[in-house]
T-cell receptor, first 113, second 116 residues
Framework: GESVGLHLPTLSVQEGDNSIINCAYS??????FIWYKQESGKGPQFIID?????DKRQGQRVTVLLNKTVKHLSLQIAATQPGDSAVYFC????????????FGKGTRLSVIA | DADVTQTPRNRITKTGKRIMLECSQT?????MYWYRQDPGLGLQLIYY???????NKGEISDGYSVSRQAQAKFSLSLESAIPNQTALYFC???????????????FGPGTRLLVL
């Protein structure tokens, strides 16, 4: 079906290690993708985005990779810190201006100090 | 994000009551959304509005209604609240009029609703 899903619902990572959060999408017409971070009791916050004409985009300590061949999106967090503990959502935008973002179910990242 | 505000932040109500959650934004965005989030789960789209005269149902609109009073205001009503509507509710906005193909949504802080 048309959905954005996640391979791992929970992920535990040692502080200082790199984290990789994965997301699969099913609609090949999607042309824009966003990663959001949601801390406990707060609204989702934009982290990084990528358009379908790109394979990789880097931000501060975060990198998003897009593999259109297998419809896979990943978020890499370098040197994971306790403040990175949160739920991470991927979202996709279909190739139409008149459709809202479609959100995945989320992955909870727990950083072990 | 202080640009998107929601009131109230917390609300306790009883089964059968009608309640309204309000959302205001100062971002100048044309599009607004209401989502529901149950504990440990993802975001479900309730309603969305692409401009003042446009209202669209999302995945779970039954039991809810909305009003887009102005470009900056989008309210969500529970006509007759029931316990399984206990959840966290988020408002979001996005900007489509700029013409940019990217359309990031920006979220408010949420309203925690408990229906007894």
């Amino acid at each position: 079906g048309e959905s954005v899903g996640l391979h791992l619902p929970t992920l535990s990572v040692q502080e200082g290690d790199n984290s990789i959060i994965n997301c699969a999408y099913s609609n090949s017409a999607s042309d824009y993708f966003i990663w959001y971070k949601q801390e406990s009791g707060k609204g989702p916050q934009f982290i990084i985005d990528i358009r379908s004409n790109m394979d990789k985009r880097q931000g501060q300590r975060v990198t998003v990779l897009l593999n259109k061949t297998v419809k896979h999106l990943s978020l890499q967090i370098a040197a994971t810190q306790p403040g990175d503990s949160a739920v991470y959502f991927c979202a996709e935008k279909r190739n139409s201006g008149n459709t809202p973002l479609v959100f995945g179910k989320g992955t909870r990242l727990s950083v072990i100090a | 994000d202080a640009d998107v505000t929601q009131t109230p932040r917390n609300r306790i109500t009883k089964t059968g009551k009608r309640i309204m959650l309000e959302c205001s934004q100062t971002k100048g965005h044309d599009r607004m959304y209401w989502y529901r989030q149950d504990p440990g789960l993802g975001l479900q789209l309730i309603y969305y509005s692409f401009d003042v005269k446009d209202i669209n149902k999302g995945e779970i609109s039954d039991g809810y209604s909305v009003s887009r009073q102005a470009q900056a205001k989008f309210s969500l009503s529970l006509e007759s609240a029931i316990p399984n509507q206990t959840a966290l509710y988020f408002c979001a906005t996005s900007d489509f009029t700029s013409g940019r193909p990217q359309e990031t949504q920006y979220f408010g802080p949420g309203t925690r609703l408990l229906v007894l």
